[in-house]
């Protein structure tokens, strides 16, 4: 039972995590697709809907920035950003309405 719904799972976040990837891609040069579930007491679950987007430090000046669901579940990074490139794409994906995760963000080990 729990193999069908990892199936499931992984089929419904594949869906949802190449959605936020193309999304990304409308702000950054290059995006991967990240997580596409998330492990829970009960089961596995696709990745939420929802995307917020997060910006994390990588290096001196350098960032990622992931569209999260609303666990804080990367579904999409960036590759590096300079600290330009970061604040316009901020700019940007705010003015477009998309609201900024302020949790602990997941990422895939």
């Known amino acids: 039972m729990r193999a069908v719904q990892y199936f499931m ?4 976040g594949e869906r ?7 999304r990304l891609l409308n702000y950054v040069p290059s995006a991967l697709v990240a997580m596409i579930v998330k ?9 939420g809907e929802e995307d917020l987007f997060a910006v ?9 920035i992931a569209l999260c669901d609303a666990e804080g579940y990367a ?3 960036s590759t590096h950003l300079s600290k330009e490139e ?10 477009d309405g998309i ?8 990422l895939p080990v």
Do not use: N
């Open 9 to 12: 799972a992984v089929k419904v």
């Open 16 to 22: 949802v995590a190449t959605r936020a990837q193309q």
């Open 39 to 47: 492990e829970k007491s009960d089961g596995f679950q696709p990745v």
């Open 56 to 64: 994390l430090p990588v290096g001196a000046d350098e960032y990622i």
């Open 75 to 77: 579904k999409a990074i």
């Open 86 to 95: 970061t604040e316009k794409t901020v700019e940007k994906m705010r003015r």
């Open 99 to 106: 609201q900024e995760f302020s949790g602990r963000v997941i």
